[in-house]
Every structure is written in C-alpha cells, then in structure tokens.
C-alpha cells in the first residue's frame, strides 16, 4: 500500500479563494482525521471520520472549513473563503478502528500558504 | 476534556548524549500512548506503543516508559545521533464507542548538534 495519500503537498492561494485538500486513506482503514498544525498551537484535531461518518467535528475552526469523505477511500477538507490566518499544514490520517492498540498513519501533509 | 502536555517544549543537545522527554495525560478511557517522530515535512511515524499494563519499551536507542498511576511517560534517547533531530509527539488514545479517540501532545522539538 502507498500509505496515505494527500494532495496538493503545497498550495498558495490568495485570501477569500476557495480551498480544497484531498486525502486518499489506507486501504481497509475506517478511521480518518484530518489535523492542522502550526508552529503556535501544534497538531489540532480538526475532524474525525468513522465508517464515513463524521464523530466529533470539534475542532473545525468556523463555518468557513467543512469536511466531506463521500466514501471509504477518499476525503476533501474544504475552506471557503480562505484567509492568512489559514496558513499551515494540514494531515490526514487513517487508522483501523476497533482493535486494540491502532495505529494512525499519516500522509506527507499539505502545506497551505493564504496570501 | 483530555489533555496531553509535553515538556520541554524544545531541546538542544550534542550528539551521543543522552535525553528524555516527558509526557503528561489526562485521557480517559485509556486505550494506549504512543511516541511519534515527525522529520521536518513530513507526518509523524510511530515509534512505539505503550498499553496499560506495560512499564517500559524499547526500540533500537529509544525507551519509552508509562506509569499508568501518575499518567506519566518519558522517551529516552541513548547515544543521540544528527538524524534525531525532529519533533517527538506523545499521543494518547481513548476508547470510546466509535473506536479509538487519539489526542496529541504539542510536541518536543529536539536537536541535536554535532
């Protein structure tokens, strides 16, 4: 398996453009986050997918952010309009929910830059 | 509202010497901590697993601990090297319906300098 995968790795996008990052999780896995991480505030939970179904979205900072995972293999986190203050990287992770000791795995991460 | 706090925040070190971070939960139901390194760029990677009932672990130079009365754990790097350099993120998981809730720790930034 190539692991999870996340696209773009990088985007520059001006302030008030919508943005949309992808993540593609494990294959067989039915956990998946989506985590923002600044040099301030380190890795937040933005939101938590099971089996598709968002769990806890308590994270996400304001209407602009929203997440969608339409299925088992693929997810989008959407900010819409973005600003400077967006600026980060965001991972997806997935995990296999319902065993013991999981293990969230991470993509490369997309680093966004509002300007 | 589970928490995960490391310290120190940051950390310098020369190389081949000895260090260890420090990891304090509140998180419950505990499920398990794990450590993770993070390499500039990149995402975090496990680097071991701690469970309940286990004390201490090891892999290669790095030994994690748990005390599970304190909610305390350490990782302890042996004969540090330049490729440690990273971020070292505690990780604790709660069981809950759902599945496993992970919560991160702000991590500790180390660098070790030849």
């Known amino acids: 398996d190539a692991g999870v995968i996340q696209s773009p790795r990088h985007e520059v996008t001006e302030m008030g453009q919508e943005v949309t990052l992808r993540c593609k999780p494990i294959?067989?896995?039915?956990?998946l986050f989506w985590y923002r991480q600044t040099m301030m505030r380190g890795l937040e939970l933005l939101i938590y997918f099971n089996n598709n179904v968002p769990i806890d979205d308590s994270g996400m900072p304001e209407d602009r952010f929203s997440a969608k995972m339409p299925n088992a293999s693929f997810s989008t986190l959407k900010i819409q309009p973005s600003e400077p203050r967006d600026s980060a990287v965001y991972f997806c992770?997935?995990?296999?929910?319902?065993?013991?000791?999981?293990?969230?795995?991470f993509g490369q991460g997309t680093r966004l830059t509002v300007v | 509202k589970n928490q995960v706090e490391q310290s120190p925040q940051s950390l310098i070190i020369l190389e081949g010497k000895n260090c260890t971070l420090q990891c304090n939960y509140t998180v419950s139901p505990f499920s398990n901590l794990r450590w993770y390194k993070q390499d500039t760029g990149r995402g975090p990677v496990s680097l071991t697993i701690m469970t309940f009932s286990e004390n201490t672990k090891s892999n290669g130079r790095y030994t994690a601990t748990l005390d599970a009365d304190t909610k305390q754990s350490s990782l302890h790097i042996t004969a540090s090297q330049l490729s440690d350099s990273a971020s070292y993120i505690c990780v604790v998981s709660a069981r809950n319906n759902a599945g496993n809730m992970l919560t991160f720790g702000g991590g500790t930034r180390l660098m070790v300098k030849p």
């Open positions: 294959s067989g896995h039915n956990s």
């Open positions: 992770a997935s995990s296999l929910s319902g065993q013991g000791n999981t293990e969230a795995f």
